[in-house]
């Protein structure tokens, strides 16, 4: 596997105002954009080939193309949006006739995904997800032997779901062709047909960790959680006088005197004015930030 696929081009809903500042793949976790950490899973399979649609801001994509070294990245912007299916068909011609890995763009994952590689590979099969069997959203059913998917959503009448679907999955070039050119489509009613046949892979693979960061509890949480990096960035400013309590600081940020910033997220070069009191809040603002806040994004 040398190519994936980073979905790219939604519009985050569930993640404004933040997602009105950037699209949702290059909103920052532990200093650095959601889809950097999805190159550097990739970077260790030895993919170096990246193809990334785009919608919304797409002039925000500039930056990060420069700074990915060592990476071949091709975008392939959409006027109107295509979902998953139509911007699937949409690269089609950049797949060429090898296999590909595809990743949302607002997933956190260390999971093996060498291990879905090999699966794939080995099963022969058109598509192979990677799923999780633990999690809210359990709408796949797998067969007995937990290597074929047989229903999604119920949507066959099979039997009810077992697994969570990790929004990344390995796909043959044959596959995305089936898909109709130029169509706004899902890829769900494609995998169906192939589960009709006993043809949609599945391997689960439940180590490390797997988040979907695409509201605004779970991105909090998962700054909570994870130790990605330092919490403050050592280009942050925390003035004598301030308070910092498990709080993420990006570059740049200015937090000072007598500001309190608590189980919060600041974006980089953002600025807490002095006499600020913010709790659980995600500030993304360039202009500085005064008064008392909770469960804010400012």
Request: net charge negative.
């Amino acid at each position: 596997m040398h190519q994936a696929f980073i979905l790219g081009a939604g519009l985050g809903t569930r993640l404004r105002p933040l997602t009105d500042r950037l699209p949702k793949p290059l909103v920052p976790l532990f200093h650095q954009p959601i889809a950097a950490w999805t190159i550097n899973a990739c970077a260790k399979l030895g993919i170096r080939r990246f193809a990334i649609n785009t919608h919304h801001l797409p002039e925000a994509w500039d930056d990060f193309a420069t700074h990915s070294v060592g990476n071949e990245i091709t975008f392939f912007h959409e006027p109107i949006l295509l979902e998953t299916g139509g911007g699937l068909r949409n690269i089609s011609e950049w797949v060429g006739d090898s296999p590909l890995l595809v990743h949302n763009g607002d997933i956190f994952s260390t999971m093996p995904l060498d291990a879905l590689v090999a699966a794939h590979k080995a099963s022969g099969l058109p598509v192979t997800l990677a799923l999780r069997s633990q999690g809210t959203a359990t709408h796949i059913a797998l067969d007995a032997s937990g290597s074929r998917v047989i229903d999604i959503h119920e949507k066959l009448g099979r039997t009810a779901g077992t697994h969570v679907f990790s929004g990344i999955y390995c796909v043959n070039p044959e596959f995305i062709r089936q898909i109709p050119a130029n169509e706004k489509i899902s890829v769900i009613p494609f995998f169906l047909e192939l589960a009709k046949q006993n043809q949609l892979g599945a391997i689960t693979l439940d180590e490390g960790v797997w988040l979907d960061l695409g509201d605004r509890e779970s991105y909090l949480r998962a700054h909570r959680e994870l130790g990605l990096a330092p919490r403050v960035h050592p280009d942050a400013v925390i003035e004598p006088g301030a308070t910092v309590i498990d709080s993420v600081i990006g570059p740049g940020a200015i937090v000072e005197s007598g500001a309190v910033v608590r189980d919060s997220v600041v974006w980089p070069y953002a600025k807490i004015a002095c006499g600020a009191d913010l709790t659980r809040c995600i500030v993304c603002s360039a202009d500085p930030v005064a008064g008392i806040h909770s469960d804010a994004d400012l």
